[in-house]
């Protein structure tokens, strides 16, 4: 059964113009032939990657031997398709575009929970308080800035740790029988 994509497409043939329409146009994708006269070689790929960012390039090319056809996977184009398998474009085509949508989804994820997190440790940091959370065995999994210094390690440090790895024993079942205390209080709030 034959594919059908609705598309809207635009040539370019001159680098300026190729430039200049990658802001204007703003194509979902770039089809790029390997052997053009002012689109030519690995060089010129590594630029229109540079370019395009969030935008995947499709390779085309008559002819492309393995190892260059390697070194093009490398500059990180999204597909190499051959002159002699254009049957296969739609799709490719549905393919690079849902790897592009699943990758911008897992980028803005990322960016929501940076964001997130950032504000939460602002939060944190605010308190002139020693702030913290631990898990169920006791490790620390948050920390303030106010924890930093009173152990006078970074965070990343102090994350996985208990008191035993961070202090004398004696001052460490201080602090796990204060955390035990705790952690039965609200075992007790939540169960009555």
């Known amino acids: 059964q034959d594919e ?18 990658v802001e204007t146009f703003k194509p979902d994708i770039v089809i790029c032939n390997y052997s053009m006269p002012a689109f030519n070689g690995l060089g010129t790929l590594r630029r229109i990657i540079s370019i395009c ?4 390039v499709i390779l085309y090319s008559e002819t492309l031997d393995s190892e260059t056809a390697i070194a ?37 994820e990322e ?11 602002a939060f944190l940091n605010s308190f002139g308080e020693k702030a ?4 169920e065995q006791f490790r620390y999994i948050v920390v303030n ?3 930093q ?10 994350i996985g740790k208990t008191d035993f790895d961070l202090m004398s024993n004696e001052l460490a079942e201080i602090f796990r029988l204060a955390d035990e205390k705790v952690t039965e209080d609200l075992t007790s709030v939540v169960t009555t």
């Open 4 to 21: 059908k994509i609705n598309i809207s497409w635009l040539c370019v043939q001159i680098w300026d113009d190729f430039v200049q329409n």
């Open 53 to 56: 960012k969030d935008i995947p």
């Open 72 to 108: 093009c996977m490398k500059t990180g184009v999204a597909n190499i398709l051959m002159k002699d398998n254009l049957k296969n474009l739609p799709g490719v085509l549905k393919e690079v575009l849902f790897e592009k949508e699943a990758h911008l989804k897992q980028k803005t």
């Open 111 to 121: 960016q929501l929970q940076w964001e997130s997190e950032s504000r939460y440790r």
């Open 132 to 135: 913290y959370l631990k898990d």
């Open 145 to 147: 800035q106010a924890i």
């Open 149 to 158: 210094s009173l152990f006078g390690k970074s965070e990343q440090e102090i």
